[in-house]
């Protein structure tokens, strides 16, 4: 049986421990490693195998593993990576991939080199409401893409320091800028805006409040805020709506895809709005709903090792070189608020 380690045992480590937990029938938990001894013992206590290290070079050498997860934070990337791939080590990371592009692309490049199998945590393009939203997609002109992402303030000792996390688009909204760029279409162009003043929190360097307006290749403009002020439920937001001319589909992630579209095959007539404050509503409309059936983090772990057993990375969505493209989106917003200039995409 395939030895399967991993790097970084906290808490996405977990989300992924719960899962190679259920795929004990394909893999051997062989070794856990962190910085913190304790937490990589936990680890091998709740898998029942594997010994805990806090040298990754060390549980390499011992254990030979034939596939990893690297789950560390964005700014501990680099050294794990170079080593991984000398080795020959086929590996699951977790976005953000690197905080530098030049990092990102040298890794990209001797994982191309070494021919080695890559997947990266963007599990939510292995849900079920996927397909349905590009089927709609495809049919469908769309003119809108607007996303939002607001959520309370992560609780990673590190996530406050944008020179470790990113900041909210590098690190948490990098999920909705993926999942549009899969299902959708690329960016050309990002201009981008970070505002303070919600959280009181001096040591935070992470913008709290970002909005950012997109110029799609294809020609589609579209708007994406996030947010981490949000103290309460109430407040939290996770939409992407994609507006074409007579249909609307609002997607929440690994959640629910409802598809808005005329009841009749008649053009709406002016007389059938209904005009309410300043805005403007259809009347006769029906909706389709869709809720998530799937288990999106699990299919994503077992795509990753089933590759690796299989030797055929055919059926990975995110492998290294596409997430990539992903960080030069999220890393191009960055450099908009920074600048206050519009950032022109390159791949
Ligand atoms: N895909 C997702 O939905 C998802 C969800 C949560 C987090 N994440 C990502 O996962 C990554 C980790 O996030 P987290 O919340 O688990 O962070 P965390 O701080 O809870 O855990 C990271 C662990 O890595 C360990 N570590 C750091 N450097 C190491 C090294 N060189 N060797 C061994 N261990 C090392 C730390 O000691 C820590 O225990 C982040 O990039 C985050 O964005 C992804």
Redesign the pocket.
């Known amino acids: 049986m395939k030895k399967l380690v991993m790097?970084?045992?906290?808490?996405?480590?977990s989300?992924h421990l719960d899962n190679l937990m259920k795929l004990t029938h394909l893999v051997e938990l062989a070794g856990f490693?962190?910085?913190?001894l304790e937490?990589a013992e936990n680890f091998s206590k709740l898998a029942g195998s594997g010994k805990a290290y806090?040298d990754?070079r060390q549980m390499y050498d011992e254990v030979e593993p034939d596939m990893v997860f690297i789950?560390?934070?964005?700014f501990?990337h680099g050294?794990?990576e170079f080593e991984t791939i000398e080795r020959k080590i086929p590996f699951f990371v977790?976005?953000?991939i690197a905080l530098d592009m030049n990092l990102a692309k040298e890794i990209a490049h001797k994982i191309e080199a070494a021919g080695l199998i890559t997947a990266v945590?963007?599990?939510c393009r292995y849900s079920s409401l996927v397909p349905t939203t590009i089927d709609f997609l495809k049919e469908n002109p769309v003119a809108l893409v607007e996303a939002s992402r607001i959520t309370n303030l992560?609780q990673?000792?590190?996530w406050k320091d944008k020179n470790k996390?990113g900041g909210m688009l590098a690190?948490?909204t990098i999920?909705q800028l993926d999942i549009i760029r899969y299902m959708f279409d690329e960016p050309e162009s990002v201009v981008s805006q970070g505002a303070f003043g919600w959280v009181n929190d001096p040591d935070m360097t992470v913008e709290e409040l970002t909005t950012t307006m997109i110029r799609f290749k294809g020609g589609a403009l579209g708007v994406i805020l996030s947010g981490c002020y949000a103290t309460h439920g109430a407040s939290y937001d996770s939409n992407i709506t994609f507006s074409a001319r007579d249909k609307r589909a609002v997607h929440k992630i690994i959640e629910s895809l409802e598809i808005y579209e005329k009841e009749d095959s008649d053009d709406l007539a002016p007389d059938r709005f209904v005009t309410k404050g300043d805005g403007v509503l259809g009347k006769d409309i029906k909706s389709r709903k869709y809720d998530e059936t799937d288990d999106a983090g699990l299919i994503c772990d077992q795509t990753f090792i089933q590759a690796v057993i299989n030797s055929d990375p055919s059926e990975i969505l995110s492998p290294y070189s596409d997430a990539l493209k992903t960080m030069a989106f999220a890393l191009a917003c960055n450099e908009s608020i920074e600048s206050g200039k519009r950032v022109n995409i390159s791949y």
Do not use: R
């Open positions: 790097i970084g045992c906290d808490a996405v480590g989300y490693c962190d910085l913190i937490k806090t990754f789950c560390v934070p964005p501990a050294e794990i977790e976005k953000p945590g963007f599990q992560p990673a000792p590190w996390s690190e948490s999920h």
